[in-house]
């Protein structure tokens, strides 16, 4: 068992701090936990299915719906001149994300119609029944065609300091590249799911498989043209999300409220495996051209560096997705003259969207791979060029968006790991030892992350929760934050619990609902403990002041001697059970309910000039990877990875080793086995567990030891001082590709760059081997 | 004959009549019999998020508790089974089971959407460790988890609650032989036959009633596992009028050694066949342990494998360098031929209607020969296969006196490298005998790109496992980086 999960058990019982359980775990493995498609179906309920384009660009000629109707238990069919309010969900507005395609598709699986049947199985055969005529357009697949005649989805963005042109020129030594970064998807468990109940007048209620509530009710609304207070969108967990489920679950949400509206009967729409990948947006696909400038000590002077990426046919979030590559172009590494682009491209493929890290990891490889080119042309240890080049601590502390690093414990970070992972050592026992085993030869890489908290977009940073004690001084919480398996809901109750001290058992976290809070921000940018936390915070403490103001004259003592300790509430020199407390607190017509509200303090950002703080603060960690990697196949496994990372003041930290674990794996899946593969006809080949690959238990870390930095309380007032744990520990998979790339460059004596473009599939490892070999 | 299906659900004794032949286990545990436990993940047996665990009498006494994947398997399969779902764990009292215990408190589940699947695996696998006193290990655990796909955690707490709870003593081991006494309650020689207005499910109890129903209805679909039909249910939505299940056909999975090898029931699991195989050739041993996942192994079968002719089946190729001989019948009349003989063309097997497979044979391996199997795909565990190497290769005194080579992924069917064994027999068996049969190998196949691998990757990956084979056989250098060490140089 990592040590922290023992060690930590030091504050209130089920406070804040403690490894607690997952606040649904018991029913996770009783199978009782619900999601959406496990919710009593109410008699009557039709099932939707969508019917796909199959072509990657054309003008829809006509549409046959005729055997779609003749399908028996078909009841409603639905095309874009069927919709009752308008046909788009684009989430920013930009009305180019239609519901249903009209007049003309833009991807191969795009939507063209909807079919509500009795049964699922009725409505997925009929979906494949439409005759459609279509006039085949030219159609843009990948990142090179887009490059060569660039069409945009957003505007791109600049991020430049200092004179970098000129620095380029002046450094002793320069060089320039290229990687291709593969997509990602999301695979959640749980694929997308909307169950719609017509309500009175205009109104409905959807359970909806949702990272956004309160988007997804606006979404909803503009489709139905009703107003938002009609739309009621419930959530009480999703089986996994990763982004995946931030904007992409919008549109059948709308289509099952539509359904359900048109028809006067429940709906639901339960997308099959291979639709859902099909049809829903992933991680971008990138391609990453850099220029640098060094010297001889492995020192950077410049970069230039263009994130060209593929977003798919409309522009959902590549806006911030790609703003947010260049935010972590740096990653952990001071450029003392930069210029970063971006290049949001339209393609001709699904919409690309909200993956953990939400661009992010792709800036960072890039940032990465410039790191290890320099120390390929240097000769030194890539772990020394990473170090040379480190933010400094009250200097060489300015990003490239003008914000200081002021928080900056990544020396720290990765010292702590060297020691404990033994770095050096392993190292030079594996270069030996690569000479005397020609078959299977061995790689390490130790590469460190540094990750920015906050929504970019600065009003997101926001979040609200109302809090209700009944007279039996049980509490309810609520907030806006959404459970997706990342503990949220564990780690807001431990909150509640550290504020008053009650039992943990007292305290329940109830689903997520737009009708309770609203104006939400999406779950997302890890940003769920934090927002949320502090909101809890605030609406307990309000609650807190409400009772100690009314302890305090109750009992003829100063407010403060009104103290909450376990269990209990001690006025001036006597203790009272805080249920009689609230009891009393009821009678003498307290109100037991409150808002709480929070805005994170401190951020600005200013797109157009490229520069501002948009993060609150930094996240740290550091991995180690050694693999091993079969030469004539291009195999490989991870023999080991060791983690040190940053969570601040762990508010849970079984829950953040858990968040560690799964974003480790998850991200050393991006890098190796998980390959999106389209055909020439704009046709997703890899849409199903079958051929997309994901690891599976045996692709962990033969050895795997994940370590939580110490001391390590967050230099800003966040809550109970932890830090953001979701997106951060994806990006120390990097660490893998950067160990086989080690162990390819092996095969050549280490004298050149295997330049390793990710996905690093068996294949592409043994090309790179090849190519060294020739 | 019975009209219906009867088997146990956890405690309650099922008859199931009517019922479509196509119906899934999933579909009737989450529809009429409202046991929303286990999950719907990917539809297809590739994520285990739908694992169950079928109960069944064991051969010789005792019982086969073996985790299959719901989505895929056919109620009508069901017969004469104790079926368990993750609702059937916990005791009536709501204490949890060991497994289920150690998920909870090693913080096992994140999301909790796969969780009851890995509860079921680890649960199926605690059985087996019951029985035969096997301690637990990360290499087992990681085997008998390779079906059950985890996005959130990285697995590694659910090893650890495996670890910590698998040979846990629980109340299943005291209930075991009532259970069979239940089950084998359950045992006649009926043909089942469900119908429905979607049509019929056949479930013949013996070979004969099998031969005459297919050839009554040469045009019926015959199931074995289902790992394959189950597919064309659930994502093809063929339609299928009529199943016939060799599942309950009496003798028809039996595993039998001979002096000359093995003969192999055309029913008989990749679970059921994979120890006499591993112990006859254990580089077979080692391929089914790669060959799809638990669940697939414990459904799928031998025979459906060589039946449906998939060009990417990894049991043709390994059978085809080992010699294997395949028995085939129609009616009263039966034929034998080489396994290689059954492959015509992609998607044409030499099978004529009504024709079934009713056994294969598998030789004893001539003194010297040396039999290897090496299946490379993206991932390790339960992925189909880019490339599949198979060799029977003969050596006397350094040289080559005979050679099997077969491979799987470089053509429309498994096919042998006639050039390249051609290449190596009557020769040294050195550097420069690899390079002959490697040069030799791009004249046996063309093979095509898709999403698993390009052409450039088959034929060089084929030719480069020809250097594995020959370390293999003649030194003690490492050489894999997956399965037991000592298989390498056996």
């Known amino acids: 068992m990592p040590d922290a999960i023992a060690e930590r058990e030091t504050s209130a019982e089920g406070g804040a701090h403690r490894s607690r359980r997952h606040e649904s775990a018991h029913k996770h493995v009783t199978g009782a936990a619900a999601y959406i498609n496990d919710l009593p179906e109410a008699p009557g309920l039709l099932h939707v299915a969508l019917g796909l384009s199959t072509r990657a660009h054309a003008r829809l000629v006509s549409i046959d719906l005729d055997p779609v109707r003749a399908v028996p238990g078909v009841v409603l069919v639905l095309t874009a001149g069927d919709l009752p309010g308008e046909n788009d969900t684009s989430p920013v507005g930009k009305h180019d994300e239609p519901l249903l395609a009209e007049g003309h598709v833009a991807f191969h699986g795009q939507p063209i119609y909807a079919v509500a049947a009795e049964t699922r199985e009725a409505a997925r055969r009929a979906a494949r029944a439409a005759r459609i005529v279509y006039e085949d357009l030219p159609a843009v697949l990948d990142i090179e065609t887009a490059l060569a005649d660039p069409v945009l989805v957003t505007p791109g963005a600049t991020m430049q300091r200092g004179d970098w042109a000129a620095a380029l020129d002046a450094a002793p030594r320069r060089l320039s590249g290229t990687m291709a970064i593969g997509g990602q998807e999301h695979f959640y468990l749980e694929g997308q799911v909307a169950l719609a109940e017509p309500g009175e007048d205009d109104e409905v209620r959807i359970w909806c498989s949702t990272q956004h509530p309160s988007e997804t009710q606006h979404i909803v609304a503009h489709a139905l043209g009703v107003a938002s207070h009609a739309v009621t969108v419930e959530v009480r967990r999703m089986g996994g999300a990763f982004g995946g489920k931030e904007t992409q679950a919008n549109p059948f949400a709308c289509l099952a409220a539509i359904v359900a509206k048109k028809t006067g009967r429940a709906a639901k729409l339960r997308l099959d495996r291979d639709d859902d990948m099909i049809v829903t947006g992933k991680r971008h696909e990138f391609v990453v051209r850099y220029d640098v400038g060094y010297d001889d000590d492995g020192r950077i002077h410049a970069v230039d560096m263009l994130y060209a990426a593929r977003c798919g046919y409309s522009a959902d979030l590549s806006g911030p997705v790609t703003d947010r590559a260049l935010f972590h172009a740096d990653n952990c590494y001071f450029y003392p003259a930069v210029r970063l682009r971006s290049l949001p491209l339209k393609t001709n493929t699904c919409s690309n969207t909200a993956f953990r890290g939400f661009g992010g990891p792709q800036g960072m490889l890039g940032g990465e791979r410039v790191i290890e080119e320099v120390a390929f042309a240097t000769g030194l240890d890539p772990l020394e060029v990473r170090r040379r080049n480190f933010y400094g601590i009250g200097e060489r502390d300015l990003t490239p968006y003008c914000q200081t690093v002021e928080d900056n414990v990544i020396a720290d970070v990765v010292d702590t790991l060297v020691a404990r992972c033994d770095y050096a050592a392993r190292r030079a026992t594996i270069r030996a030892a690569n000479a005397a085993a020609p078959l299977i030869v061995r790689g390490i890489a130790l590469t460190p992350v540094k990750f920015g908290i906050s929504f970019t977009a600065t009003q997101f940073n926001q979040a609200a929760a109302l809090v209700h004690i009944y007279t039996d001084g049980s509490i309810a919480v609520n907030h806006g934050g959404t459970e997706m398996g990342q503990g949220l809901h564990t780690k807001i109750a431990q909150v509640a619990v550290e504020e008053l001290q009650v039992d943990a058992g007292s305290v329940r976290v109830t689903a997520t609902t737009t009708g309770k809070v609203p104006n939400t921000s999406a779950t997302a940018a890890s940003s769920g403990a934090d927002l949320n936390g502090k909101a809890v915070q605030a609406a307990v403490r309000t609650l807190k002041d409400r009772l100690v103001t009314f302890a305090a004259e109750q009992y003829g003592v100063p407010p403060d001697t009104v103290a909450f300790l376990p269990g209990r509430v001690r006025i001036g020199n006597q203790d009272v059970p805080f249920a009689a407390l609230i009891r009393q607190a009821y009678f003498a017509r307290v109100q037991l309910s409150a808002t709480g509200f929070y805005k994170t303090p401190k951020i600005h950002w200013d797109r157009d000039a490229g520069r501002g703080r948009p993060f609150y603060y930094f996240a740290y960690g550091a991995a180690c990877v050694e693999v091993a990697v079969d030469t004539l196949t291009g195999e490989y496994r991870i023999e080991r990875a060791d983690i040190v990372h940053d969570c601040g003041r762990s508010l849970n930290p079984a829950i953040d080793i858990g968040q560690i674990e799964g974003g480790f794996v998850q991200g050393a899946g991006w890098l190796t086995t998980e390959e999106l593969v389209w055909d020439a006809a704009g046709r997703l080949r890899t849409h199903a567990p079958s051929t997309y690959k994901i690891p599976a238990c045996g692709d962990r870390p033969r050895v795997f030891n994940v370590h939580l930095l110490d001391n390590a309380a967050s230099h800003e007032d966040t809550i109970f001082r932890s830090k953001a744990v979701g997106e951060p520990p994806l990006m120390l998979g990097i660490a893998v590709l950067h160990a086989l790339s080690d162990a390819v460059a092996s095969v050549g004596g280490w004298r050149v760059c295997p330049r390793l473009d990710a996905p690093a599939t068996p294949e592409r490892v043994l090309r790179a081997i090849e190519t060294l070999r020739a | ?490």
């Open chain 2, 1 to 490: 004959m019975r009209d219906h299906v009867r088997f146990w659900l956890g405690s309650s004794r099922q008859e199931v009549r009517g019922i479509a032949p196509t119906l899934t286990v999933l579909d009737w545990l989450r529809g009429p019999m409202r046991r929303s436990g286990t999950k719907e993940g990917c539809n297809e047996g590739d994520c285990g998020a739908c694992t169950v665990v079928v109960v069944r009498p064991r051969a010789g006494g005792g019982l086969t508790w073996r985790a299959v994947n719901a989505c895929i398997q056919l109620v009508g399969q069901l017969d004469g089974c104790l079926l368990l779902t993750v609702e059937d764990l916990a005791a009536a009292d709501g204490t949890l089971h060991p497994v289920q215990q150690a998920m909870v408190d090693l913080h096992g589940s994140q999301c909790g959407f796969c969780t009851p699947g890995f509860v079921m695996s680890l649960f199926a696998m605690g059985r087996d460790m019951g029985r035969d006193g096997a301690a637990p290990d990360e290499a087992a655990i990681d085997d008998a988890l390779a079906g059950n796909l985890c996005r959130c955690t990285g697995y590694a707490p659910i090893v650890r609650a495996g670890l910590a709870s698998i040979a846990a003593d629980d109340a299943w081991r005291a209930e075991a032989a009532a259970i069979e006494a239940r089950l084998r309650a359950l045992d006649d020689d009926e043909d089942v036959v469900v119908t429905s207005p979607a049509g019929r499910f056949s479930a013949p109890a013996s070979v004969d009633a099998l031969a005459e129903t297919l050839l009554a209805d040469p045009d019926a679909t015959v199931l074995a596992g289902g790992t394959d039909v189950g597919l064309w249910i659930t994502k093809q939505m063929r339609v299928l009028p009529h199943l016939v299940w060799v599942g309950r056909v009496a003798g028809f999975a039996d595993i039998t050694e001979t002096a000359d090898g093995l003969e192999i029931g055309a029913s008989a699991t990749y679970s059921d066949a994979m120890a006499a195989l591993g112990a006859l050739l254990p580089d077979m041993g080692e391929l089914l342990r790669r060959l799809g996942s638990v669940q697939v192994r414990n459904a799928g079968t031998i025979g459906g494998n060589i039946a449906n002719g998939s060009p990417i089946g990894d049991s043709p190729p390994a059978l085809i360098a080992a010699g294997a001989t395949l028995h085939l019948r129609r009616g009263d009349t039966r034929r034998s031929l080489p396994l290689e003989d059954f492959f015509i063309a992609y998607g044409r097997q030499d099978r004529a209607p009504g024709e079934f497979v009713e056994r294969i044979t598998v030789p004893r391996p001539a003194p010297g020969t040396r039999f290897r199997a090496y299946k490379v795909s993206k991932r390790f565990d339960q992925d189909i296969t880019a490339v599949l190497g198979c060799y029977a290769i003969t050596l006397d005194g350094g040289r080559v006196t005979a050679a099997r080579i077969a491979h799987g992924g470089m053509a429309g069917t498994p096919k042998r490298a006639t050039a390249a064994e051609a290449a190596l027999i009557g020769r040294t068996w050195d550097a420069d005998a690899v390079r002959a049969a490697q040069g030799a190998l791009a004249s046996d196949y063309m093979p095509l790109d898709d999403m698993r691998a390009s052409a450039w990757y088959r034929l060089r990956v084929a030719q480069n496992l020809l250097v594995r084979l020959h370390a293999e056989t003649t030194g003690q250098a490492p050489t894999r980086l997956v399965g037991a060490p000592e298989l390498a140089h056996a």
